[in-house]
Every structure is written in structure tokens, then in C-alpha cells.
């Protein structure tokens, strides 16, 4: 298969394998009007494989919910077909409304308005737990 290059855009690159389409939707991109590109299962020399996301303009991108996928995730910014920019996503200090919290007994599984707030407890291992009821994100 083959998927072309772009002049100018994102190329996010080194997704765990499988997680493509859920960045996808967490960053909002079927609103794009630009060519949105999701590659799945591509071979890696470094971890296998991997999901590869090409868009077609130069965007914002919200690197807190790349950084919570992946650390490893990098982000290509290609300006008349050349790279001009490499960066790494970190870990966010803290998430919100990407997860929800299991717990049942969670104050926002009754209190619907409350945000839903995940807090970095462990950088090492990327643990993130809830800040209402210390639940860990999965």
C-alpha cells in the first residue's frame, strides 16, 4: 500500500499499534476539511508495529492527549515537503474529560456536571488515578 507524501502538515508518527483511530477521535480530526490519513499496523524497526496519522494542513494539535497515548509519539511538521519541526509529546500533569472513572461510587458517577479529572501520580510508569476518588485510569 502505498500512501503518499505530504507538502504541507502533521505527520504524527510511532502510535502504539491500534490506537490510530482513537487519537483520531480524541483529537477531533473527522472536523478537519483537509486530507486526514490513518495507517494502521505499519512495520517498525523500533517497536514492531505502529499507527501513523498524515494530516494535510499545519493544525494545533492538543499534545496533552498525545503525551497521555504515548510519550513516544513524535510529531513531524513538514512545510514544502520538508520537515521543520520534530517534537515529542510529555506526559500532562493532569487530564480532563478524556477518561472516565470507573469507580461507581466515584462522586462524578453521580454529579454528572463534574469534570471528569485524571492526575499524574506515577511519571515512571504513567499512572494516572482520579482526583475525586484516587481510582487509576486505565
Known amino acids: 500500500m502505498i500512501i503518499g507524501s ?45 499507527d501513523i496519522i498524515k494530516i494535510g494542513e499545519l493544525i494545533d494539535l492538543n499534545l496533552d492527549i498525545l503525551g497521555f497515548v504515548s510519550p513516544r509519539i513524535t510529531i513531524n511538521y513538514i512545510q514544502n515537503g520538508e520537515r521543520v519541526k520534530k517534537r515529542h509529546p510529555v506526559l500532562p500533569e493532569q487530564i480532563v474529560g478524556m477518561v472516565k472513572c470507573k469507580n ?7 454529579e454528572q456536571e463534574l469534570p471528569h479529572i485524571f492526575v499524574l501520580t506515577d511519571r515512571e510508569k504513567g499512572i494516572y488515578r482520579c482526583r475525586y476518588c484516587d481510582t487509576r485510569a486505565k
Open 104 to 110: 461507581p461510587r466515584c462522586i462524578t458517577s453521580i
Open 6 to 50: 505530504i507538502t504541507d502538515g502533521i505527520v504524527i508518527d510511532h502510535i502504539p499499534a491500534g490506537r490510530g483511530m482513537e487519537l483520531y477521535h480524541y483529537l477531533q480530526l473527522e472536523q478537519l476539511e483537509c486530507q486526514v490519513a490513518v495507517i494502521k499496523n505499519a512495520p517498525s524497526t523500533k517497536i514492531g508495529k505502529k
